[in-house]
C-alpha cells in the first residue's frame, strides 16, 4: 500500500532518524534525490528555483549545486533573503547559480517556497510566483509538497502552487494522496508523486492515510480465507441480502445485484416486490427471490418510499449492512451491527447539515465528522472516493477515470462491497477493496473513453481475478 504521514508524525521521525547521522546527511539525501528526479532537464537549459525558508529552500538549494554539476543552468528566486538557507545558497552560488528579481521565461521550474511546516493559502510575493506558474506554465516539480496546500488536512484553501510533478521525501503527506489538495500535486495519467527514500521507515508510526495498490492482490486471501480452502461452498462465502430498486428506478436493482454477483460472497438473496424480483431472476437466474437468512444486507441503491422500512428490516437480522442512496435517508441515531454508509458529497452534505460545496472543500474532514457522528465506516464517493472508520487509517482509492462518473456506477458500487461484507470483509476493508476494483474495472472496461455501469459490472470479475493473481496492470486514468 501506499502510506501517508501528518507532519506531527513526519517531524518526529526526521528527528528521530537525525540523531542516528551525521550533520546535514538528511538534507543530503533529499537534495540527492530531488536532483536525480530533475536527471530528464538537459544541459544548457535553466531551471528557475524558488526559494523559501528553512530547509525546504535548503533542500532545493543543494540540488542545484548537483544540476550545476551536469551542466544545467539554475536561476534563483529568493522569498526573503534573510530566512534563506545560508549554507545551501553558499554552495549554489559557489557552483555558479544566480540569483534573479523575479521568474521571466523559464521553461523549467522548482517549487521550493514553502515545505510541510507552512500555513495553508499563499500570500505576497509567493502567491505572485504561484500566479506565475499559473500563467506561463513552466514544467514546475513541487519539493516534498506543492507550497500552500494544507498537508493534512488535504484542502486548497487559498492561493497555490500546482505542480506537474512532486518530489516527496521519506512518506507520502495526505495532500498528495486526498482530494482536492493532490489536484495540485501533478497526478498525470498513472503516474503519482515521486517518493525518495530518506531511511524515516523504522521511525515513522502506523499511517494516517492509506491507498491500496495493484500488487496488494495478498489483501484478498487475507480478508478471505475460505479462498485457500479447496472444499469451500457458497454458505462458506456468504450471503448477501440485497433490497434495491424501485418502480421508477428499477435498474438500479439489476445493476445492484450484478456488482453483488461480482463480489466473493457465494449468493445473492433479492428483496423487493414480486415484479421487480421477476424482472431480476429472468435477468440473473441465479438469485434468489425473498427473505433468508444473509451474512451482510446492502439497502437503498434506487430505493423508494419503503427504503426505511427495508432498512429497519435489515438492521433486525443483526448482521453487518451497507447503507446508499435513499437508505442513507433513514440512518438510526447509531448502529449496533457493523455498518458502511456509501454517500455521494450532495447526500453527505444532507446526512451533516451543510452544503455539498463544504464537503467538496473538505471532504476528508466532513466524511471524518460522519464516522464520528454515527460510528460507522463511511465511504464518500468521488474522484477520490475516502473510506473512513473511526480509530483506522483512512483508505484513499486511487483507481479508476473520470467516466465512471455515470449513471448506475454507485448501485454496481454497492453490490460489490455488500458482497465482499457477506463474504467475511469488515466494513473498511469491503469498502475499500470495493472502491479499488471499481475503479480499476472501469478503467479495464473501456480504457481512455466513456463506460457504462453494465460495462463496469462485466468487468469485475477478470479484474478481482487478476488482482488476486498479481497481473493487474493499468488501473487509472486520471489525466489532467
Given at each position: 500500500m501506499l502510506r501517508s504521514h501528518r507532519v506531527g508524525d513526519v517531524r518526529a521521525a526526521e528527528a528521530a532518524l537525525a540523531a542516528t547521522l551525521p550533520d546535514g546527511e538528511l538534507m543530503r539525501r533529499a537534495s540527492q534525490g530531488l536532483a536525480d528526479a530533475l536527471g530528464h532537464v538537459a544541459a544548457g537549459e535553466v531551471v528557475l528555483v524558488l526559494v523559501g525558508p528553512g530547509n525546504n529552500g535548503g533542500d532545493a538549494l543543494y540540488a542545484a549545486v548537483h544540476l550545476l554539476g551536469r551542466g544545467v543552468r539554475v536561476d534563483l528566486c529568493l522569498l526573503d533573503p534573510a530566512t534563506?538557507?545560508?549554507?545551501?545558497?553558499?554552495?549554489?552560488?559557489?557552483?555558479?547559480?544566480?540569483?534573479?528579481?523575479?521568474?521571466?521565461?523559464?521553461?523549467?521550474c522548482l517549487d521550493a517556497v514553502f515545505g510541510i511546516g507552512a500555513r495553508p493559502g499563499l500570500t505576497g510575493r509567493a502567491a505572485g510566483w504561484a500566479e506565475w506558474?499559473?500563467?506561463?506554465?513552466p514544467h514546475t516539480i513541487a519539493v516534498d509538497v506543492p507550497s500552500g496546500v494544507d498537508v493534512d488536512g488535504a484542502t486548497v484553501p487559498g492561493a497555490h502552487v500546482r505542480a506537474d510533478a512532486t518530489i516527496t521525501f521519506g512518506t507520502y503527506k495526505n495532500a498528495l494522496l486526498v482530494a482536492p489538495a493532490s489536484g495540485a500535486a501533478g497526478w498525470n495519467g498513472t503516474s503519482i508523486p515521486e517518493l525518495v527514500d530518506i531511511g524515516l521507515g523504522p521511525y515513522l508510526p502506523p499511517p494516517s492515510v492509506e491507498a491500496i495498490e495493484p500488487s496488494d492482490g495478498h489483501l484478498l486471501e487475507d480478508t478471505f480465507d475460505w479462498l485457500r480452502s479447496p472444499t469451500s461452498h457458497k454458505y462458506a462465502r456468504g450471503v448477501v441480502g440485497v433490497a434495491a430498486g424501485s418502480e421508477q428506478y428499477a435498474g438500479a436493482a439489476h445493476l445492484c445485484v450484478a456488482g453483488a454477483q461480482a463480489g466473493m460472497a457465494g449468493m445473492v438473496?433479492?428483496?423487493?416486490?414480486?415484479?421487480?424480483?421477476?424482472?431480476?431472476?429472468?435477468?440473473a437466474p441465479e438469485v434468489v427471490v425473498g427473505r433468508g437468512r444473509v451474512q451482510a444486507w446492502v439497502v437503498g441503491p434506487g430505493g423508494g418510499d419503503d427504503a426505511g422500512d427495508q432498512l429497519a428490516t435489515a438492521l433486525e437480522d443483526g448482521v453487518p449492512v451497507l447503507v446508499d442512496a435513499s437508505g442513507l435517508q433513514h440512518l438510526p441515531e447509531s448502529f449496533d451491527v457493523p455498518a458502511l454508509l456509501t454517500p455521494h458529497a450532495g447526500e453527505l452534505a444532507q446526512m451533516l447539515g451543510t452544503d455539498r460545496d463544504a464537503v467538496e472543500a473538505e471532504p476528508l474532514a466532513h466524511a471524518t465528522r460522519a464516522a464520528q457522528r454515527w460510528g460507522a465506516t463511511v465511504l464518500l464517493k468521488g474522484a477520490r472516493t475516502l473510506v473512513v472508520t473511526p480509530g483506522r487509517a483512512t483508505r484513499v482509492n486511487l483507481t479508476g477515470s473520470?467516466?465512471?462518473g455515470t449513471?448506475?456506477?454507485?448501485d454496481v458500487l454497492s453490490g460489490l462491497a455488500g458482497s465482499l461484507m457477506a463474504a467475511g470483509a469488515d466494513p473498511h476493508d469491503a469498502g475499500s477493496l470495493a472502491a479499488f476494483l471499481h475503479g480499476?474495472?472501469?478503467?479495464?472496461?473501456?480504457?481512455?473513453?466513456?463506460?457504462?455501469?453494465?460495462?463496469?459490472?462485466a468487468a469485475l470479475p477478470g479484474t478481482v481475478a487478476a488482482f488476486h493473481d498479481g497481473v493487474l496492470d493499468v488501473v487509472r486514468d486520471w489525466r489532467s
Amino acid at each position: 500500500m501506499l502510506r501517508s504521514h501528518r507532519v506531527g508524525d513526519v517531524r518526529a521521525a526526521e528527528a528521530a532518524l537525525a540523531a542516528t547521522l551525521p550533520d546535514g546527511e538528511l538534507m543530503r539525501r533529499a537534495s540527492q534525490g530531488l536532483a536525480d528526479a530533475l536527471g530528464h532537464v538537459a544541459a544548457g537549459e535553466v531551471v528557475l528555483v524558488l526559494v523559501g525558508p528553512g530547509n525546504n529552500g535548503g533542500d532545493a538549494l543543494y540540488a542545484a549545486v548537483h544540476l550545476l554539476g551536469r551542466g544545467v543552468r539554475v536561476d534563483l528566486c529568493l522569498l526573503d533573503p534573510a530566512t534563506v538557507h545560508d549554507d545551501g545558497l553558499a554552495a549554489a552560488l559557489a557552483a555558479g547559480a544566480r540569483v534573479v528579481d523575479e521568474p521571466s521565461d523559464q521553461s523549467h521550474c522548482l517549487d521550493a517556497v514553502f515545505g510541510i511546516g507552512a500555513r495553508p493559502g499563499l500570500t505576497g510575493r509567493a502567491a505572485g510566483w504561484a500566479e506565475w506558474i499559473a500563467r506561463s506554465r513552466p514544467h514546475t516539480i513541487a519539493v516534498d509538497v506543492p507550497s500552500g496546500v494544507d498537508v493534512d488536512g488535504a484542502t486548497v484553501p487559498g492561493a497555490h502552487v500546482r505542480a506537474d510533478a512532486t518530489i516527496t521525501f521519506g512518506t507520502y503527506k495526505n495532500a498528495l494522496l486526498v482530494a482536492p489538495a493532490s489536484g495540485a500535486a501533478g497526478w498525470n495519467g498513472t503516474s503519482i508523486p515521486e517518493l525518495v527514500d530518506i531511511g524515516l521507515g523504522p521511525y515513522l508510526p502506523p499511517p494516517s492515510v492509506e491507498a491500496i495498490e495493484p500488487s496488494d492482490g495478498h489483501l484478498l486471501e487475507d480478508t478471505f480465507d475460505w479462498l485457500r480452502s479447496p472444499t469451500s461452498h457458497k454458505y462458506a462465502r456468504g450471503v448477501v441480502g440485497v433490497a434495491a430498486g424501485s418502480e421508477q428506478y428499477a435498474g438500479a436493482a439489476h445493476l445492484c445485484v450484478a456488482g453483488a454477483q461480482a463480489g466473493m460472497a457465494g449468493m445473492v438473496r433479492f428483496l423487493g416486490t414480486a415484479e421487480l424480483g421477476r424482472r431480476v431472476v429472468d435477468r440473473a437466474p441465479e438469485v434468489v427471490v425473498g427473505r433468508g437468512r444473509v451474512q451482510a444486507w446492502v439497502v437503498g441503491p434506487g430505493g423508494g418510499d419503503d427504503a426505511g422500512d427495508q432498512l429497519a428490516t435489515a438492521l433486525e437480522d443483526g448482521v453487518p449492512v451497507l447503507v446508499d442512496a435513499s437508505g442513507l435517508q433513514h440512518l438510526p441515531e447509531s448502529f449496533d451491527v457493523p455498518a458502511l454508509l456509501t454517500p455521494h458529497a450532495g447526500e453527505l452534505a444532507q446526512m451533516l447539515g451543510t452544503d455539498r460545496d463544504a464537503v467538496e472543500a473538505e471532504p476528508l474532514a466532513h466524511a471524518t465528522r460522519a464516522a464520528q457522528r454515527w460510528g460507522a465506516t463511511v465511504l464518500l464517493k468521488g474522484a477520490r472516493t475516502l473510506v473512513v472508520t473511526p480509530g483506522r487509517a483512512t483508505r484513499v482509492n486511487l483507481t479508476g477515470s473520470p467516466w465512471l462518473g455515470t449513471a448506475g456506477s454507485g448501485d454496481v458500487l454497492s453490490g460489490l462491497a455488500g458482497s465482499l461484507m457477506a463474504a467475511g470483509a469488515d466494513p473498511h476493508d469491503a469498502g475499500s477493496l470495493a472502491a479499488f476494483l471499481h475503479g480499476a474495472a472501469s478503467v479495464r472496461a473501456n480504457l481512455g473513453g466513456p463506460v457504462t455501469a453494465s460495462a463496469v459490472a462485466a468487468a469485475l470479475p477478470g479484474t478481482v481475478a487478476a488482482f488476486h493473481d498479481g497481473v493487474l496492470d493499468v488501473v487509472r486514468d486520471w489525466r489532467s
